[in-house]
């Protein structure tokens, strides 16, 4: 193949073009994918933390029924926190995953 940078021939399998000496890594095309499993990951820790939230919320659960509101505010509070955590964690690790990589600069 040739060198993008300079344009002369280089090995194929080269990770540094031997006339310029640049990295040809940041010529590799799967940052894209890279990008979208970071943002991938982000959504799994919200449901994950979701759900994390409705089984506390779960074994929060009072045996005596009579304790049913305080199950109720408890439960929704419990699950509302770590559903916001979630939410703000995946909007943290997309906004990351979205500034950190430019592959086109
Ligand atoms: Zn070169």
């Known amino acids: 193949m040739f060198c993008p940078k300079c344009g002369k021939e280089i090995e194929d399998d080269a990770a540094i ?4 000496g640049r990295s040809l890594e940041t010529k590799k095309e799967d940052k894209p994918e890279y990008r979208e ?4 990951i982000g959504v799994v820790m919200g449901l994950f933390l979701g759900l ?3 089984i506390i919320g779960l074994c929060l659960y009072p045996a005596e029924t009579n304790a049913r509101k305080t199950f109720i505010k408890g439960w929704g509070i419990t699950f509302g926190v770590c559903a916001a955590v979630g939410i703000i964690l995946f909007i943290i690790i997309y906004v990351v ?9």
């Open 17 to 20: 073009c031997i006339h310029c």
């Open 37 to 40: 499993s970071k943002a991938g």
């Open 52 to 54: 994390i939230g409705l």
């Open 97 to 105: 995953a979205l500034s950190t990589i430019t592959p086109y600069i």
